[in-house]
């Protein structure tokens, strides 16, 4: 199996499906000419020309809103936001009409749109470039929210939110294009939406973990493989809907959790899944559920702040120390 | 035949500077004379349309106009009997722009509006009974009563809502434009919205992105004066609407709102444009609302002299005098039409009655298209 980026996988998805479907088209910054701001659109233009890969303005809420128009009369854009930053001028548009369209027309008109691009922290890029925004919209239902951690999870997830007759809110890792991995080549390979992963399995604690947080929790889990504890690492994939099934069943098995996350701790995803496991596994923890998040402060430009603000491997080994009394 | 643009309104008076006196202050100027000059020309104009314009068609927009401003006096009475909840936006005045516009439409041309929507669904060709079913939230709505008045939809005719916040459909309409020029197809997109509508960042974004790349959208202004309580004096900086579609190297029209077949000639004209040209026009038809902003607004922002001024040219009761002096119509024909609207309006709220409310289950239905099992 060939081993790509996560930049490359992304990009054999969006070409593999357009090839597949002529109504798909893709509509953002800089995607079409500039071959993209991080190149996951590289040779889009080329391969599809300029009627289905398309510079837009600087007009989030604009060109989102146009993205949903579309979709109403049966059109599946992918809209592009160079970075989920700036979907936060378009969340009128997300919000008001991408979600509710199917449920307030009574089921006459689904919107099957992907709004994707880089989410989470880059590197000093200070607080307006390095939020992590799933927990605003996966509060919502008619929103799908969607989160990769592979290149092959990219790729097959891709498919299948292009695929979707749905809004899939699609956010991928600034800091993980460059990640690389083995991802299949087959046209029709997906990764079904609302299935979590167990990245590697384990029996004394379970650490939940998604996009960024799932390499570090590997690395994490390795550490602690050396130190006698057995770690099992579940990536949710999707955040809406939310696989809890293989999270409690996870936890029926270690007893211990804790969940990583990069976005901010409070109302956010990881106290949803705390909360959920409390409602479904009470009875099988051995230790109060532990979230690691990103630091309840806006993102700093200095290295050494930013550093401290984003949960790190130490930050994961002690916390899954702790909620194994081991310290 | 040549469009006389009304003196727009920075022309006739100067905008107040000074606040909510000064505005109501500008408003209650009325000149007689001049009111009457105005008016007389006005007749002329309409009278001279009305001979370009088969019978047929004519009587079409009487009708729908006539249909739509006894539907809404039902609505209102049904509203202050409990029987329709929430807010309940009235379209009695405006009656001409959707029925003018809308006529100038072929049957799969899109249409989008505001939630001021009651007129323009009905004017698309939606069923009475389906809309007064919607706005009791009852499962024969067309909406199936999850939409309620704000949110109408109907897809077999093209009627794409029905939207709750201001502006909201403006960039949907330009996708919706988008796709139909994306498909080839020669299908038309009109999308209506309120003056204050103007003063949000997504009509500034969609015209931007519809003449730049020439999409077949025409976006109707309807300049009611007044957003909710705040008149257009004390909202906007440029008042002359239409006068913005320069900004967007756009073609801009200026349209007396209280002339059904203005409306309906200068939509004609854009149509074509959109049609032939795939190009996009800004409408500003100038026209006033009789009632209150939605259902609970008292109206303590505006005069009753102002008010009667604008019912002076009801676009209905306009139409039908100058329908009656062209001998059009007579007495018994305009009789006739009166009372199938409100044989119409009856069996629509009979509908409303007898239709069951949604199931329970129905909470939970229409969330998704492809509901994940987890």
Known sequence: MPIITMREALNQAMREEMHRDENIFLMGEEVAAYQGAYKVSKGLLEEFGDRRVIDSPITELGFAGLGVGAAMVGLRPIIEFMTFNFSILATDQIINSAAKMLYMSGGQFKIP????????????????????????????????????STPADAKGLLKSAIRDDDPVIFIEQERMYGNKGEVPEDAEFTVPLGVADV????????????????????????????????????DPRTIRPLDIETIVNSVKKTNRVVVAEESHAFCGVGAEISAQITEHAFDYLDAPVKRISAADAPMPYAKNLEKLAIPDVERLIAAVREVAYLD | MKI?????????????????????????????????????????????RIEEIDRETLLRLLYQMILIRRFEEKSAEAYTLGKIGGFCHLYIGQEAVAVGALGALRPDDYVLT?????????????????????????????????????????????????HGIVGGQIPLATGVAFAAKYRGTDQVTLCFFGEAAVNQGAFHESLNMAQLWKLPCIYICENNQYGMGTSLERAMSLQDVSQKAPAYNMAGEFVDGMDVLAVYEATKHAVARAREESLPTLIEVRTYRFMGHSMSDPGNYRTRAEIEKHQERDPIKVFTQ????????????????????????????????SSPEPAPEKLFTDIYANPLSR
């Open chain 2, 4 to 48: 006389t643009p009304m003196k727009p309104r920075s022309q006739t008076a100067q905008a107040s500077t000074t606040g909510v006196a000064a505005a109501t202050e500008v408003t209650d100027q009325i000149n007689p004379e001049e009111l009457r000059r105005e008016h007389d020309q006005r007749r002329n104009e309409q009278q001279e």
């Open chain 1, 199 to 234: 990245k590697r399995e384990g029996s004394d604690a379970t650490i939940v973990a998604r996009s960024l947080m799932v390499p570090i929790a590997l690395k994490a889990a390795e550490e602690l493989e050396k130190q006698g504890v057995s770690v099992e690492v579940v």
């Open chain 1, 113 to 148: 749109i992907v709004f994707r691009g880089p989410g989470g922290s880059a590197y000093q890029v200070s607080s307006q470039h390095s939020q992590a925004l799933e927990s605003w919209y996966a509060n919502f239902p008619g929103l799908k929210v969607v989160m990769p």
């Open chain 2, 322 to 353: 100058n329908l009656k002096e062209k001998n059009i119509v007579d007495d018994s024909a305009i009789a006739d039409m009166e009372k199938r609207a409100r044989e119409e309006v009856e069996r629509a709220v009979q509908f409303a009655e």
């Open chain 2, 114 to 162: 505001s939630y001021r929507d009651h007129g323009h669904i009905i004017a698309k060709g939606t069923s009475p009974d389906e809309v007064m079913a919607e706005l009791y939230g009852k499962a024969g709505g067309c909406s199936a009563g999850k939409g309620g008045s704000m949110h109408l939809f109907d897809s077999s005719v093209n009627f794409l809502g029905g």
